[in-house]
């Protein structure tokens, strides 16, 4: 089973040399910190930085360098800092190869829900609507099942929705998994995990061809 770190590890294979990367909050963020270091890759974070280097150790930080999540960051040289409208510009013009968010719940077509917590007060779902509304790209890092137990992969979401049919793949803490027409496609298992544990973790539509390999992170 993966830990958060081994989640953002997994997706950091995704990061192709030459990718424009927006990080959501939680672990998405973590993915900067696991990227080769033999290719070139500009993360973007939607309050206005593209640029973006891995977290400051302790003792680093710059209070006026943050992110989305408001955490400190630090920064790659050539890094640039602009307002918001020239950065969803960036979004909504589709010129970010890949987004990366994270998920209280997606469905088996593809839906989204990550912005809603039920029981709390929100302030809104940030610039999530946009980035999955012009991303062509979609990856999903997510928890396979929430504190209960209970399967955020479904069927249809329960919660209200931040994109339609626009999630491309999930990495969870058990499984790399593809969304296709007819469901979730299971490509690789995490390290000590079965597949019937996958399958029995997983409400929606589970779709497995041959034999699952295991993660190689």
């Known amino acids: 089973m993966l830990d958060k770190k081994g989640i953002a590890k997994r ?3 995704e990061v192709k040399d030459g990718y424009y990367v927006n990080l959501g909050i939680g672990i998405p963020t973590l993915v900067a910190n696991f990227v080769r270091d033999d290719i070139s890759v500009e993360f973007q974070s939607e309050n206005g930085v593209l640029g973006m280097g891995p977290f400051p150790f302790e003792g680093e ?3 006026d360098i943050i992110n989305a999540g408001k955490q400190t960051i630090t920064t790659l040289p ?8 020239l950065s969803f510009g960036m979004i909504r013009g589709k010129h970010v190869h890949l987004t990366i968010l994270g998920a209280m719940e997606v469905a088996e077509n593809g839906d989204i829900a990550n912005w ?3 029981g709390k007060m929100v302030k809104g779902m940030g610039g999530a609507m946009d980035l999955v509304a012009s991303a062509e790209n979609i990856i999903v890092a997510m928890m396979h099942t929430n504190r209960e137990g209970e399967s955020k992969l479904l ?3 329960t919660l209200p929705l931040t994109g339609v049919g626009c999630v491309k793949k999930i990495v969870t803490n058990l499984a790399v998994l593809e969304v296709v027409p007819e469901g979730f496609k299971l490509l690789e298992r995490a390290p000590g995990i079965t597949v019937e544990e996958i399958v029995a973790a997983t409400e929606g539509n589970l779709i497995m061809e041959g034999e699952i390999p295991e993660m190689n992170i």
């Open 78 to 85: 050539g890094a640039s800092f602009f307002d918001s409208a």
């Open 116 to 118: 809603k917590i039920p």
């Open 155 to 157: 069927k249809r979401c």
């Open 11 to 13: 997706i950091a294979k």
């Open 61 to 63: 930080e710059d209070a």
